[in-house]
């Protein structure tokens, strides 16, 4: 590899984990404002701890995922990457970070909700997506036949950066005057943001399947690229079922609906392979890293079943505005993303983090645990809450939150479990990175 | 059809339903004057700079620890003064913000604007067969 001394992936992988630590502790601290209200409000106040908390994933899963595609590329194309790009596209990054925690943390805001820091650190966010975008087509133009997972990692960052850009248009006076269309492209936004993450993480997780199973095929299938378009064509329209009762044009209610309901094929696929994946899961269980592919399949079944249901309007009505969405969102980012993100990272680490050992193992249990209680008791408050919001004469909205404290604090514990589990698995990868680094200078010396 | 035709097609119909909403005409119950919803404006731009969507929705978007307030001022008692009192004196949840009368005064026309686009209340969409809602009429 001529890039031998600079391995990308670990050097974002290394700047992912910092914000993945930072995101579950200032989550930790934000659900503390639910179960002791007005905790430390006139410190950081959950104005603050809850877009540091936000704002931390996110990146997380950004920096996560760019992490995962620079170790492929580093991998399948070596020596390709342009060095001095992925060092500019990181440096961007980390001012981005400085800038947007320094705004949280002096309570200077000016954005919107997951993006509430002052607009202008979103500059050096997109000009660092603009060099992995060019870093990413300078390494896969010079192949001619591409697998399915080259055209989601395209999509996924081409997208990306579209729809980030788009997210500030409400810059201009033309789009901030008009409150509805506003809030439409807003949620527009948020909505095909998440499918464009996601192509890039399903695209590792079919190139990881692919390395896995030793079957270079699956990623050329026709069955492969029905599937691709089918989420694409989702992350461009279905975006509607986020907002179902604002008043916005019809007809952006009824394509969301519609397409939303393509998902049904992903959800009968599941359904019908479940059969081969169980045997799958008995083949590769003893490959640490499958491990987290296996509890992403579990997660994107759930969080589908649930997706699927709450994108049928009748039902949307009932779920809007509570913790239901939560439970979804938390579903789909620690379940589905941080699951695949995880499987990758153990995978390119190398020989050393294969197997597992017990201390894995039980972070592994202990994770999954923490976020099934953390995922039922958002959906507990959520359907409580909606049941209270649909009531023809309501209690007032602060009896209501003390009623639901039961589901509070369950979710507290939840949080605090699926804190552990993930604090556990960053140890251990952090000092196996140590490790080897040390072994590697032994060697060379 | 090769896969890179399909994705510049998709990708193509996307620009055309986006611009389609970026150009879509204003919606109902906003206003006409460019003065006040240049007050609208600045006085989205306070409930940004306060951050607080984090704790409040508008149609029932945004955060889950106070309730919406998508149609606050239309509720009986709480108008502009009600909006001010709670704003700088705060809750046992909710912090005293230091809003300059300007800002408040700010809030308060937006909020006001936003009250007259629709109806946020579950209880006042018809739920039809095929499953879809619709607002009813304010």
Known sequence: ?445 | MKPIYIFLLLCFAFLIYSFGIYFSPTEKGMSNNEDTLNIVAKGKMVWQKYNCQSCHQLYGLGGYLGPDLTNIVAQEGKGELFIKVMVQSGTKQMPAFKLSDEETSHLFVFLNEMNQTGNSDPRSFHIFSNGMIEPNEK
């Not at chain 1, 992925?86 to 805001?109: D, E, K, P, R, V």
């Open chain 1, 1 to 445: 590899m001529k890039n031998k001394e600079t391995n990308f992936g670990k050097l974002f992988l290394n700047t992912a984990l910092v914000m993945l630590l930072a995101g579950i502790l200032f989550g930790c601290l934000a659900a503390a404002s639910y179960i002791w209200p007005g905790f430390i409000k006139d410190q950081l106040g959950f104005i603050s701890m809850r877009p540091l908390h936000v704002s931390s994933a996110l990146f997380w899963i950004l920096l996560g995922a760019t992490s995962c595609v620079y170790y492929a590329l580093q991998a399948i194309f070596p020596g390709k990457v342009n060095a001095k790009l992925a060092w500019l596209q990181w440096g961007f990054w980390l001012i981005a970070i400085i800038g947007i925690y320094i705004s949280y943390f002096t309570g200077n805001f000016g954005g919107r909700e997951y993006w509430e820091f002052e607009p202008i650190w979103a500059l050096p966010i997109a000009i660092s997506w603009l060099l992995f975008l060019i870093q990413f087509f300078s390494i896969v133009m010079t192949h001619k036949h591409w697998p399915v997972y080259y055209y989601m990692w395209m999509t996924g960052i081409v997208f990306f950066l579209f729809i980030f850009i788009e997210n500030y248009l409400w810059l201009l006076p033309y789009f901030n005057k008009s409150l509805i269309k506003d809030m439409t492209i807003q949620w527009k936004v948020n909505g095909s943001m998440v499918g464009a993450w996601n192509q890039i993480l399903y695209g590792i997780s079919f190139f990881l399947m692919d390395k896995i199973s030793g079957d270079r095929k699956v990623g050329y299938s026709k069955i492969a690229f029905t599937m691709y378009f089918i989420g694409f064509f989702n992350l461009l329209f279905n975006w509607g079922h986020h907002i179902y009762t604002l008043p916005s044009l019809p007809y952006i209610r009824y394509i969301g609906y519609a397409v939303s309901m393509t998902e049904w094929i992903f959800f009968a696929r599941t359904i019908y392979l479940w059969k081969h994946e169980l045997i799958n899961y008995h083949k590769h269980y003893a490959y640490f890293p499958y491990r987290f592919i296996m509890a992403a399949n579990f997660w994107v079944f759930v969080n589908l079943t649930l997706a699927l249901f709450m994108s049928i309007p009748a039902f949307n009505i009932y779920t809007h505005g509570t913790h239901v969405t939560v439970a979804h969102a938390m579903g789909t980012t620690i379940g589905i993303n941080t699951m695949i993100i995880l499987a990758a990272t153990f995978n390119f680490q190398g020989k050393e983090l294969e197997k597992g050992d017990g201390f894995l193992t039980q972070n592994y249990w202990i994770l999954q645990i923490g976020l099934f209680i953390l995922w039922v008791a958002l959906l507990g408050a959520g359907l409580e809450k909606g049941i209270w919001q649909m009531q023809a004469t309501r209690t007032l909205f602060a009896e209501m939150m003390a009623h639901l404290k039961p589901w509070f604090v369950l979710f507290f514990v939840g949080g605090l479990l699926t804190t552990l589990g993930i604090l556990g698995l960053v140890i251990k990868l952090f000092k196996t990175q140590i490790s080897v680094t040390r072994s590697h200078q032994n060697r060379n010396t």
